[in-house]
């Protein structure tokens, strides 16, 4: 299986720039996801990488290197609705499965 | 749009009653999967099909089954609901194997075992 590291929580400011790493371990790397969830809400889908660099899409880019077994979510001008947990998803092809595993997930809070 | 349903947002049932919670999606899409979610320990895949009849355990199966009998629909049962069974479950469906596989969210489900 896969480890996925992620920080449980952070904080930043309205208008800033936040990066939420991920960190993992798998022997069959067959792509990484970021999905966002509000509370009381479902996850929704926010990107996906399976090439090393950086996927650009708005206020969100999202980062990969494959050697490094890391991935980074970068989050710009940030808004208070940006506050919402984001989850850190690897699809490891080695067992088998093309099943996507999470991460415990990152908690953040946006202040103004 | 996909839209994945969730029959019920909460529910509360009493330890060892049978609990069914059902799902549907309305994209024809081939794979739907149960995963639970409790803080601190993100999503855990309990079961996921990728063809109608067919189903693969994930991760944490243990008191739990599924059904599908239709492609749209996948359905979770708890045989005898325990009190470690409290948590949100949430649906989700994907295309197929082939793409990307971006998972299509329910709202979830809360339930509560007392």
């Known amino acids: 299986g896969q480890n996925i590291d992620q920080p449980t929580e952070m904080t930043a400011t309205e208008g800033a720039i936040v990066q939420i790493n991920c960190t993992y371990q798998?022997?069959?790397?067959?792509?990484l996801f970021w999905y966002q969830q509000h509370a009381g809400e479902a996850p929704t889908f926010l990107s996906y990488n399976v090439l090393d660099g950086l996927e650009e899409k708005g206020r969100f880019s999202s980062f990969l290197s494959r050697s490094k077994g890391y991935s980074y979510l970068l989050l710009k001008e940030l808004q208070m609705k940006d506050s919402a947990s984001y989850l850190c998803?690897?699809?490891?092809?080695?067992?088998?499965?093309?099943?996507?595993?999470f991460g415990r997930g990152t908690s953040l809070i946006v202040h103004p | 749009d996909v839209k994945v349903t969730q029959s019920s947002r909460y529910l509360v049932k009493r330890t060892g009653e049978k609990v069914f919670l059902e799902c549907v999606q309305d994209?024809?899409?081939?794979?739907m999967f149960w995963y639970r979610q409790d803080p601190g320990l993100g999503l855990r895949l309990i079961y996921f099909s990728y063809d109608v009849k067919m189903k693969e355990k994930g991760d944490i199966p243990e008191g739990y089954s599924v059904s599908r009998e239709k492609k749209e629909r996948f359905s979770l049962i708890l045989e005898s609901a325990s009190t470690n069974q409290t948590s949100m479950y949430l649906c989700?469906?994907?295309?197929?194997?082939?793409?990307?596989?971006?998972?299509?969210f329910g709202e979830g489900s809360r339930l509560t075992v007392l």
């Open positions: 998803a690897v699809r490891d092809l080695s067992g088998g499965s093309y099943i996507p595993t």
């Open positions: 994209m024809d899409h081939e794979n």
């Open positions: 798998t022997s069959g790397f067959n792509g």
């Open positions: 989700a469906s994907s295309l197929d194997r082939s793409n990307t596989g971006e998972l299509f």
